[in-house]
């Protein structure tokens, strides 16, 4: 089996320029499909309450949701680090977020992912000091969803992109170990990208970020609501099934054809 992989590892995948391959799972037998094809993180998103639970957003999800999943995941995976979300308001204080946090590590997530740039800068900065990875999510934050009026993209207008490059260096500078940037248009998230040392991982993106992720669901297309334009059916016309879906997703992941124009926001 190859070295498990850590947030070093993905750092070092940043500065090689190798590509880095991240998809969602919330149960072990996905987890363990993902792992051995080679996905270098399973991402235990809390979009688990759309595509697991049928809610219409990521909002109702429970921090006893999170912890159930991750620990099923956690035991499908050997190689591939594990990423847990920390769900809606679980780290709107410092004590919510040790706490929480502390349940997610528990259950066996590697790194902690939680939605913000500067509200969540002090969040950030106690967990990492003691010990907690944290991937950051900056964009569309789907837990914002009420207070955003909808699922839109993020960062068009002059004044907004300029303040996303503004949050991308703040939770950089308070320790944060990787950014999700979700539906930013391409060339701001390859700016973001390129403006710091941490590696970004794109969905809905562009090509130019370090890494991209897919809810596993829809890259299968058996997403309960509709599939994002970004994403890709990766499962028609296979051959293989589901493993050889997931193995051309990292593949093209891997060389860079995933996402091609069809899939980006300009
Ligand atoms: O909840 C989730 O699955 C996510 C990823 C799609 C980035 O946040």
């Not at 106690?126 to 950051?136: N, W």
């Not at 950014?179 to 391409?186: I, Q």
């Not at 370090?210 to 990766?234: C, E, K, T």
């Amino acid at each position: 089996m190859n070295k498990p992989v850590s947030v070093t590892t993905l750092r070092q995948m940043k500065q090689s320029g190798e590509k880095i391959a991240v998809l969602t799972a919330y149960d072990a037998s996905f987890a363990s499909v993902l792992d051995e094809a080679g996905v270098d993180a399973v991402m235990v998103g809390d979009s688990l309450g759309m595509v697991v639970q049928g809610q219409d957003s990521t909002v109702p999800v429970t921090m006893d949701d999170m912890v159930y999943h991750t620990r099923l995941v956690r035991r499908g995976c050997k190689r591939a680090l594990v990423i847990a979300d920390l769900s809606f308001m679980s780290y709107a204080t410092l004590d919510l977020a040790l706490m929480n946090a502390t349940r997610l590590m528990q259950a066996g997530a590697q790194v902690v992912k939680l939605e913000g740039g500067e509200a969540v800068v002090e969040v950030i900065q106690t967990l990492t000091a003691l010990g907690v990875p944290v991937c950051a999510h900056l964009g569309l934050l789907p837990q914002s969803v009420n207070k955003l009026g909808g699922y839109r993209y993020q960062g068009k207008q002059s004044d907004e992109a300029q303040g996303l490059l503004r949050e991308a260096k703040a939770i950089e500078d308070a320790g944060a170990d990787m950014v999700v940037l979700e539906c930013v248009p391409a060339e701001l998230a390859k700016q973001i990208s390129q403006s710091i040392a941490i590696p970004t991982i794109g969905i809905g993106a562009g090509a130019g970020t370090d890494g991209q992720v897919l809810v596993s669901y829809d890259m299968l297309g058996i997403s309960a609501g509709h599939r994002p334009r970004f994403s890709h059916n990766f499962l028609t016309g296979q051959s293989e099934g589901i493993t050889g879906a997931v193995a051309a997703y990292v593949k093209a992941v891997r060389n860079g054809s995933f996402p091609d124009a069809d899939h980006t926001l300009a």
